[in-house]
Structure formats: C-alpha cells, structure tokens
C-alpha cells in the first residue's frame, strides 16, 4: 500500500508538468514569466528521478522502456539540441535489430515448416487447422487495413512532416519514385522479384521476401530428405533458431536506449506533435483488436458451440501471463493445460497450440498491417489499396514463428519497411509505445491460439463438453493403482 502510494505521490507532479507542458504548447496555458516554468522544470526532472529510483527496484525491461520514454520526451521538451544527438543511441539499436531479420526469418521458418513434416501423419486435423490459421489470420490483416485508413493516425501535421522530409534527404521522394514505378510492372515483372537469385545478394539488399521463399522452398526440400541427414540439418536450424532468439533477447535489453534516444529526437526535432500520432495509433490498435475478438474470434467460438464461460474462465490465465511478459511462449504451458482443462484432447493441443505460435498470430498480423501503413502515412507516402495488400502479404510471411519473442514484430516491421523503399523514420515514433502495443498483440496472438485448439477439436468431434479436469489427489491415486 505504501509503494502504491509512493508511486502516485511522485507521479503527480510529472503528470501535472506534462499538463502545464501541453496546455502551454496549446496556448491554453499563458506563463508571464519563466519563474513558473522553471518550477515545473526542477518538479518534472524530481519526478523522473523518483520513477526512476522506484523502477531500479524492480527488474522489469518494460517499466525501464517506459521510463526512459518518458525522460526521452522531457529532455526532448527541455533541450531540443542535445536530445537531437542521442539520435545514434536509436540509430544503434535499429542496425542490431536489422542483423537479426535474415538468420531469424530462415530459422523460423525452416523449423516451422520442416520440423512439422510429421503432417501426413496427423491426417485431416494438420490441413484444418492449417485452413483456419490462414482464413483468421486473414481476417485480422483486413481488420487492421481498415481500422487505420479509418484514423490515419500517421497522418503528421504539414509542418513536421515538411521538417521530416527536409531532415532524411528526400528519402519520401526516393520512396514515392519507387512505389510509383510498381503501376506499369507487369505481373512476370512482380513474381520475378519474390524469388532470388542470390540469396546472399537477397540478404544485403533486405529483400526479405526473397528470403522467406528461399526460407519455404528450402524446409520442403528438407521435409523430403531422408530422416537421418534432415535430422542433422533440422538440428542446425532449431539451433539457430533458439541463438537467434536469445540474440535478440540480448538486443532488446538495449531497447530502453533506444526508445529514449528515438523519442529525445522525436521531440527534439519535431515538438510534441508526433506524440498525439503514437497515442492515436495505440488506440486504434486497441480498437481494432476488440473489434477482432468481438466480430472474429466470438463468432468462431459460437459457430463451434463451445461454451463460452468455461472457455473465458480457462484462457484468463495465458491471457494474463502473455499481456503482462509480452511472450507468447510463457504462456504456452499455461495455455496447454487450460485447453486439457475444458475438454481438448491432449494431443490435439499439444499440435495446434505450438503450430498456432508460427502460423497463426492473430494480433501480430493485425498490429504489422497497422504499423506498416502508418510509417506509409508519416512519411507522406500514399498506397493504393493493392500495394498495402502485398506490403501486408509480405508482412503475414516474415511474422511467421516470431511469437515468442517481444517485440520480434519490430525486426519483421523494419525489414518489410526496407524491403518497400519506405524510410525507417516513423518507426521511431513507434519505438515509444511498441511495448504497450506488444502486450495487446501478443495477448490476442495467445487467445486466438487457444480458440483455434478448440475449434479443430470440435471440428474433429474429439471435444468433450462435459468434460471435467481431475484433480491432483484423483490423478495421484489413479497412478498409485498403476
């Protein structure tokens, strides 16, 4: 109760500064004389330094990001020239997540392809779900193509997107020159570019998609090696693959510098508008998750007559686990036997579920379609309806296994980003909230899952309805008759 209290009573004053800060910007807010402000000043930075010493107590990555978040915007707000220097600090942690994009994408998919060669052997249940990951996930794509050409929360004010376009060079120019030229391609044109011919050429120039078939064609080329020499192969890749994860774990501990530096610049260079684009944007991926769950999800579970308060009552754990640690996979034991637990055979769960963390990211989906479209609207690039659907196509393909890792949907962001000539820029403004929009997706990455379990069993007709859960006691005696 005390550090309840401890926390509120240093967070007033900031919240109060910020207010002052907004109202000022505004004109709202009138100061004579700058006694006040210097006032509000020494409270922020006393504030901060309260937060601070209270999230050094605690070893959370994500209350760090949101501390140096908000220090990133009050040194911006305060000294505009310095906080434009810790650009590199953001500059430095974008390069250490483009490293990651290549190896990570092979891994992943290789592994979640490859290492799923059993699926002859699962019959009608593997190519269900395979169907249903890809009708839902597809759902959830055009969702978020709606929900942010209905805001336009990209859409920067002309004069920080005139400063933008001054700042990176004609970067937009280079971008709308390159989109534009996509018009008189012909089709022989576009398939020729997916497929590589270098496939190291492919990895330099980020062409991830060029990857990603490289990636498929060579785990169905493997899936078909006799199983001594795919198992050594296999082996390598899901070695990779788990380096590759504990790669960017590593990464991401430089998150919080990064996130600070991005929006010290942010600020610095562009005032507080940018900030009310990140907030617009965190609302409407909010609101298009609910509306996800309430018009997709719902309905699924209603059309598979699965009872819908016992279902509620065992998914709210993984739920919570996977908001809270932005990781699907910590919440997957969890989540395994929750589903036991209302009625799913085990080894129908103990299929869909993993599959699901590489096929079927419901909310990674949704947030990738939202993001990619809103560095197109900031940086004052238009697409057409068919150039979203291949970026968010593209996008469906690199997120494939990156469920388990936070904040993995950065480096698929940036690399499809690149791949679309499109500047890397606005994703500083993502940089900022991207931890409480992981949270979100990755929850409803973990719910969607959960439902899909369900769903196939009843497609199966091996769920149980009335199935009850055994308690430790009964299993305990059920094994010392054994």
């Known amino acids: 109760m005390k550090s309840r209290a401890a926390t509120i009573f240093f967070l007033l004053p900031f919240l109060g500064g910020l207010l002052a800060i907004l109202l000022h910007t505004a004109g709202v807010l009138n100061i004579p004389d700058t006694r006040p402000l210097t006032l509000w000043l020494v409270a922020r930075w006393l504030a901060l330094a309260a937060v601070g010493f209270l999230v050094a107590r605690r070893s959370s990555l994500t209350l760090w990001i949101v501390f140096n978040m908000l220090v990133g ?55 269900k779900a395979l169907i249903y990951f890809e009708v839902v996930t597809t759902f959830a794509l055009f969702i978020g193509l709606a929900a942010i050409n209905l805001t336009h929360a990209g859409q920067l004010s002309p004069a920080v997107l005139a400063a933008a376009r001054a700042e990176n060079n004609g970067a937009e120019a280079k971008a709308l020159k390159a989109l534009a030229s996509t018009g008189p391609q012909t089709a022989a044109d576009i398939i020729l570019h997916i497929f590589p011919e270098n496939i190291a050429d492919s990895v330099a120039k980020g062409q991830v998609l060029q990857v990603v078939v490289f990636a498929i064609i060579f785990a169905i080329g493997l899936a078909l090696t006799p199983e001594r020499s795919r198992r050594v192969m296999l082996d390598v890749c899901e070695s990779l693959s788990e380096v590759m994860f504990k790669f960017t774990n590593v990464v991401m501990y430089l998150a919080p510098l990064g996130v600070g530096g991005a929006l010290a610049y942010t600020v610095g260079k562009f005032g507080l508008g940018p900030l009310l684009n990140a907030l617009l944007l965190l609302l409407t991926l909010y609101g298009a998750l609910i509306v996800f769950v309430l018009l997709v999800l719902v309905p699924v579970a209603v059309l598979a007559r699965l009872p819908l308060r016992r279902f509620v009552a065992a998914v709210a754990e993984p739920v919570s686990i996977a908001f809270a640690t932005t990781s699907s996979e910590a919440a997957l034991p969890r ?108 929850a409803v990455n973990v719910l969607g899952n959960c439902l899909a379990s369900a769903v196939v069993a009843r497609w199966e007709g091996e769920f149980v309805d009335d199935y009850v859960a055994p308690t430790v006691a009964a299993e305990a005696l059920t094994l010392a008759g054994h």
């Open 335 to 442: 989540a395994m036997e929750a589903m036991e637990s209302i009625g799913v055979p085990r080894r129908i769960v103990a299929f869909v579920l993993p599959t699901g963390y590489s096929f079927n990211l419901d909310g990674t989906t949704l947030y990738l379609s939202l993001a990619s479209v809103f560095v197109a609207q900031a940086a004052g690039v238009p697409l057409s309806f068919g150039q979203q659907l291949l970026m968010v196509f593209t996008l469906m393909l690199t997120s494939k296994g990156v469920a388990g890792v936070p904040r993995a949907s950065l480096v698929i962001l940036l690399a499809t980003v690149a791949s679309f000539n499109l500047p890397a820029w606005p994703v500083f403004i993502i940089l900022g909230i991207d931890a409480l929009m992981d949270m979100a997706r990755t």
């Open 73 to 127: 915007i009050e040194l911006g707000y305060d000294s505009p020239q310095l906080a434009m220097s810790l650009k590199v600090l953001s500059d430095v942690f974008l390069r250490l997540v483009k490293t990651i994009i290549a190896p990570l994408v092979f891994a992943t998919l290789v592994v979640g392809i490859a290492g799923h060669a059993n699926l002859k052997q699962v019959g009608r249940m593997g190519l």
